[in-house]
C-alpha cells in the first residue's frame, strides 16, 4: 500500500514539474505588446448555397417540433420559379403536377386538402376549387424561407392533419442593402398545335432590400411577372361495348365504340408585388407590416374531334382480335364532330398584416398582430361541338326531320 501511494504522488509531481516551463516560456514570449501587434484573423463569412443550407440547418435544430426548412440563398434567389417547386424538393413532401405545373403539396402522403397553410405565421387562403392553396400562385422571389411542421404545435396558428407549411418574407433589418434581377426564357419542346397560344414564356422578378436611420428602418420591395405555357395532346378510346358484335366468330367481344383526339394548349401568367416595412428603434420594440398582392390568369383550349366507331354485327369488318377484344376493324359511315373547349380561370389575392411587439423586461411582453386576406376568383369552362350532320346511324336517331302538324283547336 506504501509503495502505491508513492507512485501516485511522484507522477503527481512529475507533471507538476512538466508543466511549470510551459507556463514560463508562454509569459516570456507571448507578452501584451506583441499581442496587441498581432493582427486579427480575418472573419469568415459564409455564403451563396452553403449558407442557405446552414439556415435551414440552424431552424430544425432550434425546433421542438419534427420540421423539414428551406431557406433562400439570397432574397429573390430560391432555385425554383414557384414555392411549389421548391417545397417538393424536401423530405416528407410530394408535389402534385396539373396541367404540367407543380401545384399542389403533400404532406406525408396527405394533399393539400388536409394541409394548414401560413405565410408569416398567418393562415393563408387560396384561389382554388378547395380550401387548399395552390402554391405555384407564390413565386420564389417573394420568399426568404419556409418551414414545413410535419407534427402538431401549439404556436400555430393553422394545422392540418398532414402538417403546417409556413411561408416567410424577407426580414429586411437582417439583410444588406440587395438589388437582385432576375431573368428567365422558356420554350416548350412540344410546338403548339393551337395558333392562338405561344409555345414560349418569361419569368421576370427584380427585388430590392435596404435599411435606413441607422438601421432602425428596413424595406423590401418586390415585383415579379411570369408567363409560363404547357402543350399537350390527349388520347382516349372509349366505350368498350360486349353486344357490338351479335353474331359471328367475334360475337360477344368486346368493341371500341370511339376515340377522342385533342391538342390542348395552356398559359399561366401571374404578376405578383410584395413589400415589407420593419422598424426596430430599440431592442424592446420591434414593428413589422407585410404586404401581398397576386394577379393570376390560366387560360386555355383544347381543339379535337370525337369519332365513332360503328362496327357491323356480324363481324364481318372485323380484321384481328384475341380472346376477348376486337384489336382492329374496318369502320365507316360516321361524320367526325368537332370538339373545342376554352378555359379562363382568373383570380386575385390581396393580403396584408402587421406585428408589433413590446418586450421591456423578460418578465413582461405584449404582442399585436392583425391581418386581412381576401381573394377573388372566377373560373370559366365550356364545351362547343359541331359536325357536318347526322351519319344516319340508328342510335343517332333519323337522318331528316319530318316536321308533323298540329291540328287546330277548335
Known sequence: MNTRMKLVC????????????????????????????????????????????????????????????????????????????????????AGERRAGRMSGISVRGFREDFVGTTMNGRELIGIGDNRGVEYDLYPSEIIDSAVVYKTPSADLSAMGVGGTVDLRTIHPLEHKRTLVANGTLE??????????????????????????????????????????????????????????????PDAGKYAPAGIDISSRSRVLKRNTLAGVIEFKPSDVFHATFDALYIDFSDRGISRGFIEALPIAADGSTVISSNATAITSARTTGFNSVLRTDPLDKRGKLKTFGGNLKYEPSQDFHVMLDVSHSESTKRDTRAESYSGLGRAGLTTQGPTTCVPTATPAMA
Open 10 to 93: 511522484s507522477t503527481a509531481a512529475v507533471a507538476l514539474l512538466s508543466g511549470a516551463p510551459v507556463r514560463a516560456q508562454s509569459t516570456d514570449t507571448a507578452t501584451p505588446a506583441a499581442l496587441a501587434d498581432t493582427p486579427a484573423e480575418p472573419a469568415i463569412v459564409v455564403t451563396g448555397m452553403r449558407a442557405s443550407l446552414e439556415r435551414a440547418q440552424a431552424v430544425k435544430q432550434k425546433s421542438t417540433s419534427v420540421v423539414e426548412a428551406l431557406a433562400a440563398e439570397d432574397i429573390g434567389k430560391l432555385p425554383q420559379s414557384s414555392v411549389a417547386d421548391s417545397l417538393g424538393r424536401l423530405s416528407g413532401l
Open 187 to 248: 420554350k416548350n419542346a412540344m410546338k403548339s398545335k393551337n395558333p392562338d397560344f405561344k409555345d414560349s414564356g418569361y419569368r421576370l422578378a427584380l427585388s430590392f432590400s435596404d435599411k435606413f436611420a441607422d438601421d432602425t428602418i428596413g424595406v423590401a420591395l418586390t415585383a415579379a411577372t411570369t408567363s409560363s405555357p404547357t402543350q399537350d395532346q390527349y388520347f382516349s378510346v372509349w366505350g368498350y361495348d360486349k353486344g357490338a358484335i351479335t353474331s359471328g
